[in-house]
């Protein structure tokens, strides 16, 4: 069990720039989460996937951002025309399917837009 | 938007002390989790308790859960150096799991040597 991999684990970009993250969950975990986390917050759920399915986006991932997780595995998340807005950590998380279960986060990819 | 909050934001206190922090949220639960995070990491998981307990214990930790006021504190006793972070609270929506978890603003604590 290697833990949630998540690549580059930083990235600074030129505003207007498009920008990818990636994530690596725990294998066999069902669940993969992308939260964001501005400084002094905690952190905001953006989206989750059930294997490949999408269930659930927040109000906070406007149509610059867009999530995959084409085969049930990795996930990526990109942001299209970056803003200084979108500077925070992006973190990835997984867990096993059924609630009740911890929900195991990665190191997060800070991304800053200058 | 946050979900609860964590008093006090800020903590400091004495290597071997014992550091207690608190948190309300808003919504019906299923399950209560403690997060840490230090300074530009990940958050690692302390501790999940479920909406039908009140207490319960791991290691250094202990967490209580009282919904009826939707609060709950996490004890962190004998502190250490090491215990120096950010701490969260993180709550579920009843009936829906662990699909998204609603985090507060944290409590940053601080372990003075």
């Known amino acids: 069990d290697t833990g949630v991999s998540q690549d580059p684990r930083h990235k600074i970009t030129k505003r207007g720039q498009n920008v990818t993250f990636r994530c690596d969950p725990i294998s066999e975990h069902n669940r993969l989460y992308w939260y964001r986390q501005t400084l002094g917050q905690g952190p905001e759920f953006l989206t989750y996937?059930?294997?490949?399915?999408?269930?659930?986006k927040s109000r906070l991932l406007s149509d610059r951002f867009s999530a995959e997780r084409p085969k049930g595995s990795f996930s990526t998340l990109e942001i299209q025309r970056t803003e200084q807005g979108d500077s925070a950590m992006y973190l990835c998380?997984?867990?096993?399917?059924?609630?009740?279960?911890?929900?195991?986060f990665g190191e997060g990819s800070w991304l800053t837009v200058v | 938007s946050q979900q609860g909050e964590e008093d006090p934001q800020a903590l400091s206190i004495q290597e071997g002390e014992n550091a207690t922090m608190n948190c309300s949220y808003k919504t019906s639960i299923n399950n209560l989790q403690w997060y840490r995070q230090n300074s530009g990491r990940g958050l690692v998981h302390l501790i999940l308790?479920?909406?039908?307990?009140r207490e319960k214990h791991s290691g250094r930790l202990r967490v209580t859960l009282d919904t009826s006021k939707k609060s709950s504190s996490l004890l962190i006793t004998a502190s250490r150096a090491a215990d120096t972070a950010s701490y969260f609270c993180?709550?579920?929506?009843?009936?829906?799991?662990?699909?998204?978890?609603?985090f507060g603003t944290g409590t940053r604590l601080t372990i003075i040597p």
């Open positions: 998380a997984s867990s096993p399917y059924s609630s009740g279960n911890t929900i195991y």
């Open positions: 996937f059930q294997n490949e399915a999408q269930l659930e």
């Open positions: 993180a709550t579920d929506e009843a009936n829906f799991g662990n699909e998204k978890l609603t």
């Open positions: 308790i479920r909406s039908n307990e």
